[in-house]
């Protein structure tokens, strides 16, 4: 990728939003930055349906079907690439999140910020809604109910924030919506752009180049740490707990902001290692494949599966396989990440217009946060109008309608409930916003002033 420098992108891009409850509409002047972009929301796309895939797989597991599966051969392997792809994800969106926040300036970043988390909570809602339907339906169907789980999801779907559920034993509370911890994070991990990008503007005024040094150490020194202590405690909750937990991921968020600033400074070393990187991007991806691809076929039988539950070890879900330690390699999809930014300079070959990439990436971000309620809905239906018998027999077929229905369902969802859904959270919001304003002028204005007349 060639850097390209911040005063140039506010030169030759302009961006303008317009703050509706359903849409976000942006206009570059500059063709080649306006490529550049879709082709962010071309590879956030791929991480998401990614993702959406290797949940489909989880679901349709034995441990949580509580059937003999034919997916349990995939399920070492597709939880090796949800970690690699979400680490992947959270670098990409990090990094395009500050392309649109240097583009249009602090001001307007606020009107867009307000409606993607208006959107995310409106999706974070319904499926919070759903899969406490659904889900405790399915757990009642397979003896698994408990209060404590209830309780923990409604919490996570209300406040979207993923903290609590850190103990991988089964007796602990565990939340019914497994797969929504990506949407629950990436709508806090959006806060810390203009932070984290004031933050390495006044160490650059500070410090003059000395701070690139300290900036590429923030960004590195946390994710490291974390990977290590993970590999290092493999039979503690360490790695559990961070895995999908906002205060590991929202540093891998913060790396690609931290990557997209110091490129922009046309700094030297970082130039060089996005030279090496794109050069060396096919055998990246090569070597992702056969990582991913070597474990296919690895199968833990049942008693073997019953003697991991009772111990603390690398999983990435309460009920999922124990991994080997370098198999919970967090640091490894961030590097995938830093690949495929280092690529962006490869023309978008897509017939969709911005605007259309812009509405599929919503589409899959909606997937994402609907699936797993959608997938138990599913499963329920099939279930009841087939034999049970039948339908685990063809799971893996049962898999790949699950995410179709997914995305179709999603983009119903989109084009009907969810604009009305983030319109009212929007507006609710910003009374709130209001109302705490006048509080504080109120309460606080009288005592200011008198303190600036003394």
Not at 79 to 93: A, E, M, N, R, Y
Not at 177 to 206: C, D
Not at 207 to 229: H, K, P
Request: glycine fraction near 4%; aromatic fraction near 12%; charge should be negative.
């Amino acid at each position: 990728m060639q850097a390209v420098p911040l005063h140039k992108i506010e030169e030759t891009s302009e961006v303008a939003s317009h703050e509706s409850s359903d849409s976000i509409v942006m206009h570059f002047e500059d063709s080649a930055d306006e490529s550049k972009f879709a082709c962010m929301l071309q590879y956030l796309q791929r991480c998401m349906l990614t993702y959406l895939f290797t949940s489909a797989a989880t679901f349709c597991s034995s441990s949580y079907t509580t059937h003999a599966s034919n997916l349990d051969v995939l399920i070492v392997s597709t939880d090796i690439i949800t970690i690699d792809v979400c680490s992947c994800f959270f670098v990409l969106s990090g990094f395009t999140a500050t392309y649109v926040y240097s583009s249009i300036g602090w001001d307007a970043w606020k009107g867009v910020h307000a409606v993607v988390m208006a959107q995310i909570f409106a999706d974070v809602w319904v499926s919070t809604t759903a899969v406490l339907l659904f889900g405790s339906l399915d757990t009642l169907m397979k003896t698994r109910f408990h209060l404590k789980d209830i309780g923990l999801t409604l919490f996570e779907g209300i406040t979207a924030l993923r903290v609590f559920d850190n103990k991988q034993n089964i007796d602990a509370p565990h939340t019914l919506n497994v797969s929504l911890w990506p949407v629950q994070i990436f709508a806090w991990a959006l806060l810390s752009v203009h932070g984290t990008y004031s933050m390495n503007e006044y160490l650059h005024r500070k410090f003059g180049q000395i701070a690139n040094y300290g900036i590429i150490t923030i960004a590195v020194c946390g994710i490291s740490l974390f990977t290590l202590f993970g590999m290092l405690h493999s039979h503690t909750n360490v790695f559990y707990a961070n895995a999908t937990n906002i205060m590991y991921r929202s540093l891998e968020f913060n790396l690609g902001i931290h990557f997209f600033y110091l490129s922009g400074k046309q700094y030297a070393l970082l130039d060089a290692v996005i030279r090496i990187t794109a050069q060396c991007a096919p055998v990246v991806y090569c070597v992702f494949i056969a990582t991913w691809w070597s474990e296919i076929g690895v199968n833990v039988n049942t008693e073997q599966q019953l003697e991991a539950d009772a111990e603390v070890c690398l999983r990435l879900y309460p009920r999922n396989h124990c991994l080997h330690d370098h198999h919970a390699f967090l640091l490894r999809g961030c590097l995938l990440g830093l690949t495929l930014i280092s690529s962006l300079s490869t023309p978008s070959s897509t017939p969709l217009t911005l605007q259309g990439m812009i509405r599929r990436t919503k589409i899959c971000a909606s997937a994402v946060a609907l699936s797993w309620p959608t997938m138990l809905l599913v499963q329920l239906v099939f279930v009841i109008t087939f034999s049970a018998d039948l339908v685990y027999r063809n799971i893996a077929l049962v898999a790949l309608m699950m995410c179709c229905f997914t995305l179709l369902g999603a983009y119903v969802y989109t084009v009907s409930i969810q604009p009305l859904l983030a319109h009212h959270i929007l507006q609710h919001a910003t009374a709130v916003a209001h109302t705490l304003s006048r509080w504080y002028a109120s309460v606080c204005g009288s005592v200011l002033v008198a303190n600036d007349v003394v």
